[in-house]
């Protein structure tokens, strides 16, 4: 489920377009802005430094304006024009997503390894390996690696990757974790993925 953080001086502006978003777009989860979760996408109301920042980070960003022209825009970011149809714009970050994901920019990269997500597939640089992927356990590395500089806990982890399911609980972050380490790892402790920490988990960098 992608993160969208958004920024914006007009507090109504902002709390009404994340009602929009959570209202007609599952797949989307809106941060607050203090939130300790990273985002996978940021939109950013007119222009401001943050939108630097973040493009420096190599997360793609959005400014909304009704008044830019396109070679205004921070360098690496994208412009959407003011007012907006919620569908098409909805659309746009759906594929900008894609893009990021599917680009050298949008790998994972970490103690040896390579992780593409849209190809769902880990490549091991110590032996060339490659190895096939589920679409949960992607969500758990991507979320490892945004979070990488600190301990994630289960709960928060269950929620990001899970959502709400009924049937999820922490044992079941336990067992995909397990299983992740076994078909990749291969009892090698040089090629520790994740490491269980203070009761929580963090990527091995």
């Not at 950013?44 to 493009?55: N, Q, T, V, W």
């Not at 746009?92 to 920019?105: D, V």
């Amino acid at each position: 489920m992608p993160n969208v953080l958004l920024i914006s001086d007009d507090e109504a502006f902002a709390a009404d377009l994340a009602g929009q978003i959570t209202g007609y777009a599952s797949d989307f989860a809106v941060l607050k802005k203090d939130s300790a979760i990273s985002p996978d996408i940021v939109v950013i109301d007119g222009f401001a430094a943050p939108a630097l920042s973040f493009a420096e980070r190599k997360v793609p960003v959005f400014v909304l304006s009704s008044e830019a022209a396109e070679a205004e825009i921070p360098a690496g970011c994208r412009l959407i024009a003011k007012p907006f149809v919620l569908a098409a714009f909805l659309d746009e970050l759906r594929a900008c997503i894609n893009l990021f994901e599917n680009s050298a920019e949008g790998y994972i990269e970490f103690n040896n390894y390579t992780v593409r997500p849209i190809k769902k597939e880990i490549l091991n640089h110590r032996n060339n390996e490659v190895v096939k992927l589920t679409e949960k356990e992607v969500a758990m590395l991507r979320h490892l690696y945004k979070n990488k500089d600190r301990i994630v806990g289960k709960n928060e982890l269950l929620q990001e990757v899970w959502g709400y399911a009924p049937d999820a609980s922490t044992h079941t972050i336990e067992t995909h974790i397990y299983r992740l380490r076994q078909k990749v790892e291969h009892d090698d402790a040089a090629a520790q993925l994740i490491l269980t920490v203070d009761g929580g988990y963090q990527l091995k960098i």
